[in-house]
């Protein structure tokens, strides 16, 4: 699949955009033309620049509202055609975008509207030139793509065809199949783009809410298999209309951009196999048999798949760095963590509760570094092959995390993660054991609490600018499932939360948006994020945590009132969650109970019970968690 981005989509100026989209690995680029009429270089510098770093032209655009028009503005929008494919000689380019009329039609007649796109097409053919007419969603007369291909077949000349554009067929829910019915020859060009589902005006949705594939809700690889299906060979290009994209960093954007594509045509491959009946049991057009062929010839273009891995089976570690650890080290062993050892080569600490395992890096502050505080480094997740998972998430574009390993220790398959969390592929167990944990020795012997304990999830905390690019990486790398996002109350503002999350929920990574306040633009997290850990009896865990001085969270007593007059509880239980600052929800399922401890740096942890079939995170209870963090952050700043 030749892979294709229009220059819209990112920040900075042309020259930085299209050497962005040189370094993603982009086949060609479309260029949007506000960026080439602001640029100080030539038509002739970016046609040079463009071979130099690799790239083809692939589309120039947009032309506007050039059909349904009046004879004097016809001859008008013609000389501005002409000048237009003079222009693009210059560039080298041969295709034009040319979108259904919004502003100028004042003509509803699509014989009118094919005499005027025919004199178009006669136009372009003498300068080289091919027109890609695309329906937009929100068009004044044409506002369906196969209204908008009815009007190329009836023109019928080789330079005219149609652009099939993702957003504006998706948005309007227009049926993708008759797509397969399309001549391939008139399918000059396909662009795509993702978007959440909302409730809003289709113009202002397309303008500043259109994401890359993998990063909303549209069906975008059966709309891709039904391209596929009907022959088309061409790019396949991004056009993302983004506030954020276009104030973030342009290379970064770029690499998130080319991820999606590379995620898109894996999702069309496998969409493509799974209704490959559909294609043999023909259609009313072609009849059975004619169908088999035409599936047959229907499949010119080859969609490349990637390195197949089963979702991760569990966590296997989570890593907190810090400069200082003794306030670290203190939370553990009062939350009952036995402490494991150091490790034989590194500056590192393992300690275990049960399976759930912590590992403390003994980060020593760089030069110009500071002295960071405790912050989750690093996760680890057990998988089949974590060499095959590896080399999935690189061709995913996730840049490679070493680990150094002297002989007789563990090599760990590391990648980055977009909020630059370092995540681990190990080899997971049956029993549920790590053979690198024999690397750390001479523990020290701490209560051991509560032995069965788990990672029931982390959450991480996601800036503003990269939160879409995060959900569509650990989609795509490591093959967890979005779950609807929810936006939970707090001082500063609703607080987008995303879970990610395995099938069998042996995995749970809760995503939320970090509020602006806790950012300060450095290299170092200063947003709070948290490690949840599931015990078997939280009240235990609870009590044996405050004896040794466990800094709870502490929970205002009108939660407790509240939690009586929603759920009317045992007064004794009642007066056991409020005596330890637990937090309780219930829900048809089962029972949820949990305690948070003070934050220590950005980092804090909780502890779970789950009771039945609960399967949620309580989240009646997150506003409470957020505006006693606010209020505890708000008083260490003042």
């Not at 510098?45 to 503005?73: N, S, W």
């Not at 069965?452 to 990486?473: C, K, R």
Request: hydrophobic share 40%; aromatic share 10%; proline share 5%.
């Amino acid at each position: 699949m030749r892979t294709g981005i229009a220059t819209v989509c990112l920040s900075g100026t042309l020259k930085e955009k299209m050497q962005a989209c040189a370094i993603a690995g982009f086949d060609g680029i479309e260029i949007f033309e506000q960026d080439l009429v602001t640029s100080p270089l030539s038509p002739e510098d970016v046609r040079k620049m463009a071979a130099d770093l690799g790239l083809t032209l692939d589309l120039y655009q947009p032309f506007r509202d050039f059909d349904g028009v009046t004879e004097d503005v016809l001859a008008a929008n013609l000389r501005r055609a002409d000048a237009k494919f003079r222009l693009m000689s210059r560039l080298g380019m041969d295709t034009i975008l040319v979108c259904s009329n919004v502003a100028t039609a004042t003509i509803d007649d699509d014989g009118l509207r094919a005499k005027q796109l025919a004199a178009l097409a006669e136009l372009a053919g003498d300068h080289g030139v091919k027109v890609a007419y695309e329906a937009l969603a929100w068009g004044k007369y044409v506002n369906d793509y196969e209204h908008a291909h009815r009007l190329v077949e009836m023109v019928d000349h080789p330079n005219l065809g149609t652009c099939l554009d993702s957003f504006h067929i998706l948005s309007r829910d227009w049926d993708t199949a008759p797509i397969e019915d399309f001549n391939p020859d008139k399918i000059f060009f396909v662009q795509v783009a993702d978007a959440p589902k909302l409730s809003m005006d289709v113009l202002s949705w397309s303008r500043h809410y259109r994401v890359f594939p993998g990063e909303g809700q549209f069906e975008l690889a059966k709309f891709m298999g039904h391209v596929v299906r009907a022959g088309y060979t061409g790019p396949v290009s991004l056009e993302v209309f983004n506030d954020v994209f276009r104030q973030s960093d342009v290379e970064r954007t770029a690499v998130d951009a080319m991820r999606s594509l590379i995620w898109l045509e894996e999702q069309s491959a496998k969409w493509l196999e799974a209704n490959a009946a559909s294609v043999s049991n023909g259609s009313a057009a072609d009849g059975g048999a004619g169908a088999k062929a035409a599936g047959r010839r229907r499949y010119p273009m080859e969609l490349a798949t990637l390195p197949q891995v089963a979702e991760p089976a569990g966590f296997n570690f989570a890593e907190v760095k810090a400069a200082d650890t003794a306030a670290l080290e203190t939370v553990l062993g009062q939350l009952g963590f036995e402490f494991n050892g150091r490790h034989r080569t590194k500056d590192v600490q393992l300690w275990t509760m049960g399976h759930a395992r912590v590992i403390i890096n003994e980060q020593a502050p760089g030069i110009g570094d500071g002295s960071p505080a405790p912050a989750i480094a690093a996760l680890g997740f057990d998988v089949d092959s974590p060499v095959i998972a590896s080399a999935r998430a690189q061709q995913l574009k996730a840049p490679v995390v070493p680990r150094k390993s002297q002989a007789n220790e563990e090599v760990f398959q590391g990648f980055a993660a977009p909020d630059s969390t370092e995540i681990f592929l190990c080899q997971g167990s049956p029993d549920g054991t790590a053979a690198w944990t024999r690397e750390f020795g001479g523990g020290l012997e701490v209560p051991s609490g509560a032995r069965t304990a788990v990672i029931d999830h982390v959450n991480l905390a996601q800036p503003w600018q990269h939160f879409d690019e995060a959900v569509l990486f650990y989609t795509s790398a490591l093959a967890l499932e979005p779950q609807p996002y929810a936006e939970v109350a707090s001082p500063s503002g609703l607080v987008r939360s995303q879970i990610m999350q395995t099938s069998d929920r042996a995995v749970r990574l809760v995503l939320n948006l970090a509020p602006l306040l806790q950012q300060d633009g450095t290299r170092h997290k200063t947003y709070q994020e948290h490690i949840a850990f599931a015990v078997d009896d939280l009240v235990a865990t609870a009590r044996a945590a405050r004896d040794r001085g466990l800094d709870f969270l502490q929970i205002p007593a009108n939660y407790y009132e509240d939690l009586d007059a929603r759920f009317g509880l045992d007064p004794d239980f009642l007066a056991t969650l409020q005596d330890l600052n637990l937090l309780y929800d219930r829900d048809a399922d089962g029972e949820f109970l949990h305690f948070y401890t003070a934050t220590v740096g950005s980092v804090f942890f909780e502890m779970v019970e789950r009771r039945g079939s609960y399967d949620g995170y309580g989240a009646p209870n997150a506003p409470v968690r957020h505006a006693v963090q606010y209020d505890h952050l708000h008083q260490l700043t003042n």
